[in-house]
């Protein structure tokens, strides 16, 4: 089975930017998502990956600010964040799953599909 460590989270101003990794062991698999959940509200898909970087899918409304990657060679994925906003507030995490995950991928995803999950890493953005 797959495990997940993520890393990258911290504190950041408006406008800054942050990069989160996901270290899968022992594989990368099929289908990989970052979801994030903030305190009273339901966990929401942010991004996902097919394995191989052949396709990417972003939440609505945040495409121009997010980067999902994959290093084949060092098994991790990575989000790349720039332009943060207060309201990206959230603990991150990162998920994986078959080809089916990445296959019913939308932004209105909670996960249900995805059958493996990181400990997560908080993303706090204020001023």
């Known amino acids: 089975q797959v495990q997940l460590v993520e890393s990258g989270g911290g504190s950041v101003q408006p406008g800054g930017s942050l990069r989160l990794s996901c270290v899968a062991s022992p594989y990368i698999d099929s289908c990989m998502g970052w979801f994030r959940q903030a305190p009273g509200n339901q966990r929401e898909a942010v991004a996902a990956i097919y394995a191989g970087g052949a396709r990417t899918l972003y939440r609505n409304g945040m495409k121009g600010r997010l980067t999902i990657s994959q290093d084949n060679g060092k098994n991790t994925v990575y989000l790349q964040m720039d332009n943060l906003k207060p309201e990206d507030t959230a603990m991150y995490y990162c998920?994986?799953?078959?080809?089916?995950?990445?296959?019913?991928?939308?932004?209105?995803?909670?996960?249900?599909?995805?059958?493996?999950w990181g400990q997560g890493t908080q993303v706090t953005v204020s001023s």
């Open positions: 998920a994986a799953g078959t080809l089916q995950a990445c296959n019913y991928w939308s932004s209105m995803d909670t996960g249900t599909r995805f059958n493996t």
